[in-house]
């Protein structure tokens, strides 16, 4: 089953969840790095720009989902996410959003095979579609 929230709802807990590792990690700022989350179900919106930049001070990289409401973070869509993050030189990871295939197979294991195989899927189309060789960095 793949998670999806409404994009506001997203943006409002993503931003009490950055604010919240922030405060943690500046507690003991020698012993932790803060990795905040973005909000990608509406990337031709300034939102996950404006997280990158006004949030990136307080942690140090960004955590985003292997797909945004089933849409691979491959589509063009997402490049200006992908732009802007490059700009900043900011560190992005990628989390499994769910097995998308699980439909498909709903006997694979989900935590054994089906996250890393999501990650992997993911990983491929970046890759494949062209999006980390435009922006390599």
Do not use: W, Y
């Amino acid at each position: 089953m793949l998670l999806t929230v409404d994009a506001k709802i997203g943006e409002q807990a993503h931003r009490l969840a950055n604010d919240g590792v922030a405060e943690f990690c500046s507690r003991q700022p020698d012993r932790f790095v803060g990795l905040g989350v973005v909000t990608l179900q509406e990337p031709e919106n300034r939102g996950p720009r404006t997280q990158l930049c006004h949030e990136r001070s307080e942690t140090q990289g960004r955590r985003v989902l292997t797909n945004v409401d089933g849409q691979e973070l491959s589509d063009e869509k997402f490049r200006p996410f992908f732009a802007h993050a490059e700009q900043l030189g900011a560190f992005i990871m990628m989390h499994p959003n769910g097995f998308t295939m699980a439909t498909a197979s709903p006997t694979i294991s989900q935590q054994r095979l089906g996250n890393p195989l999501e990650t992997t899927l993911a990983l491929h189309n970046l890759i494949f579609s062209g999006t980390l060789a435009r922006f390599p960095n």
